[in-house]
C-alpha cells in the first residue's frame, strides 16, 4: 500500500511541476511526503525478513 501512496505522490509533485503551479510549495510537501513513504516501505520491508 506504502508503494502506491509513493506512486501517487510523485505522480501529483509531476504533474505540479510539469503544469507550472503557483502552490510550489505543496508540490515540495508532496515529494517530501512521497519521500518519507518509501523510506518508511524500504524500512518496513528489511526489518520483515
Do not use: C, K
Amino acid at each position: 500500500m506504502l508503494w502506491a501512496l509513493t506512486i501517487l505522490l510523485l505522480f501529483l509533485w509531476v504533474l505540479g511541476v510539469a503544469t507550472s503551479s503557483q502552490l510550489g510549495m505543496w508540490i515540495h510537501i508532496l515529494l517530501v511526503l512521497a519521500v518519507v513513504s518509501l523510506v518508511i516501505n524500504l524500512v518496513r520491508g528489511r526489518s520483515a525478513i
